[in-house]
C-alpha cells in the first residue's frame, strides 16, 4: 500500500477515528495522541494487512487498543478527573449534556458499542468484525447498553 492509498483510505475516517478515541478516553489531547500513534502503528505494520476490504475494521481496532493502552497507563501513573470535553464557546441543548454525561458513566463495553453503531454509524457486522466478538453477542450488548442509558437518563423520558 502506497503513502497515497493509505493517506485516501484514513482521511475519511478522521472523524470516526476521533469519536472512538474519545469515546474511551474522554480527553482531547489523549484523543489525538492516540489517533496518531494508532495511524503510525497501521503505517508500520500495513504490509501485514490481508485483506484490504476490512482495512477500516483494522484501523479502528488498532486505535481501540491504542486507546485502552493509553487509558491504563493514565490510571497506572496518575489520577485524572474526567474532563467534560465542552469548550465555554460551544452551545449545548440540555440533552446533549445529560446524554454526554450518561455516555461516560456507561461501561466502556456498552459506550464504545454505542459510539460505533449510533454515531460512526457502523453495522452489526461491522462492529463484530472490529470488536472480535460475535454478532450475537454486538446485539444483545447494544441491548443491554440501550437499557442502561435509558435508566441513567431517568426512564421513559427518552427513547432507547
Not at 57 to 67: D, E, G, H, P, Q
Not at 85 to 109: F, T, Y
Not at 118 to 136: A, F, L, N, P, W
Request: glycine share 4%.
Amino acid at each position: 500500500m502506497t503513502e497515497a492509498e493509505f493517506t485516501g483510505r484514513v482521511m475519511p475516517l478522521s472523524r470516526k477515528l476521533y469519536c472512538v478515541a474519545y469515546s474511551i478516553l474522554w480527553n482531547d489531547a489523549d484523543c489525538a495522541d492516540a489517533v496518531q500513534d494508532a495511524l503510525a502503528r497501521a503505517w508500520v505494520s500495513r504490509d501485514k494487512l490481508m485483506n484490504y476490504e476490512s482495512f477500516e475494521a483494522w484501523i479502528v481496532r488498532l486505535l481501540i487498543n491504542t486507546a485502552v493502552s493509553q487509558l491504563r497507563r493514565r490510571k497506572r501513573f496518575r489520577s485524572v478527573p474526567l474532563e467534560d470535553g465542552l469548550e465555554a464557546s460551544q452551545e449545548r441543548r440540555p440533552e446533549d449534556i445529560d446524554l454526554q454525561n450518561a455516555l461516560k458513566k456507561l461501561r466502556d463495553k456498552y459506550r464504545l458499542l454505542l459510539v460505533l453503531h449510533y454515531q460512526d454509524g457502523y453495522s452489526i457486522g461491522e462492529i463484530s468484525e472490529i470488536m472480535d466478538i460475535s454478532e450475537k453477542l454486538v446485539k444483545s450488548r447494544l441491548h443491554q447498553a440501550r437499557q442502561e442509558l435509558k435508566k441513567l437518563l431517568g426512564g421513559d423520558g427518552y427513547e432507547a
